[in-house]
T-cell receptor, first 116, second 111 residues
Framework: NAGVMQNPRHLVRRRGQEARLRCSPM?????VYWYRQLPEEGLKFMVY????????ESGMPKERFSAEFPKEGPSILRIQQVVRGDSAAYFC??????????????FGDGTRLSIL | LAKTTQPISMDSYEGQEVNITCSHN???????ITWYQQFPSQGPRFIIQ???TKVTNEVASLFIPADRKSSTLSLPRVSLSDTAVYYC????????????FGKGTTLSVSS
């Protein structure tokens, strides 16, 4: 049973380019979350999505960042006109449907974004 | 969301039992306590979750006193491969709830 899959694992972009990070949740999971981690820091929440809906984007910068989770295919985190400060590890997590508590999120191994 | 406090780092030797304590004084009634482990260049991995008393699985035990203001993750007989960062998180953890990560506890296991 495959876990959360993220690709690419490493992505290098020059300032001003676009970065696209992809995440396929675990089978049967309909909730996707994106987090960002800077070196020596804990993960910081960015956005929470369900299929075709952004539910909570309170942690995502208003400019240049967008996320989607289409009906078919992986979730995409898109960063336009990247800057050096966007260099970080970006993690995706998923959880199963339902509103009960006790629903641990399962994480992928991240995409390490480096901006030259 | 309840704030957590845990030691920045801990050192241990192979074969020892390691206990990492997390304080969460303002934990709410609906909150669960969840621990994650993270190795370098990997995503956090769920270890254990509990609400009260004691929870045990094949990896660790979680001890939660009656007042729930703290919790202790216990790793029996650690090995070098247990060297990692351990995060204590508190929240209702319902679907859609953002997880709040602190800086965690860096555990270093030596031979």
């Amino acid at each position: 049973n495959a876990g959360v899959m993220q690709n690419p694992r490493h992505l290098v972009r020059r300032r001003g380019q676009e970065a696209r990070l992809r995440c396929s949740p675990m089978k049967g999971h309909s909730h996707v979350y994106w987090y960002r981690q800077l070196p020596e820091e804990g993960l910081k929440f960015m956005v929470y999505l369900q299929k075709e809906n952004i539910i909570d984007e309170s942690g995502m910068p208003k400019e240049r960042f967008s996320a989607e989770f289409p009906k078919e295919g992986p979730s995409i985190l898109r960063i336009q006109q990247v800057v050096r400060g966007d260099s970080a590890a970006y993690f995706c997590a998923s959880s199963p449907p339902g509103s009960q508590g006790n629903q641990p999120q399962h994480f992928g191994d991240g995409t390490r974004l480096s901006i030259l | 969301l309840a704030k957590t406090t845990q030691p920045i780092s801990m050192d241990s030797y192979e074969g020892q039992e390691v206990n990492i304590t997390c304080s969460h004084n303002n934990i709410a009634t609906n909150d669960y306590i969840t621990w994650y482990q993270q190795f370098p260049s990997q995503g956090p991995r769920f270890i254990i979750q509990g609400y009260k008393t004691k929870v045990t699985n094949e990896v660790a035990s979680l001890f939660i006193p009656a007042d729930r203001k703290s919790s202790t993750l216990s790793l029996p007989r650690v090995s070098l491969s247990d060297t990692a960062v351990y995060y204590c998180l508190v929240g209702d953890h319902q679907a859609g709830t953002a997880l709040i990560f602190g800086k965690g506890t860096t555990l270093s296991v030596s031979s």
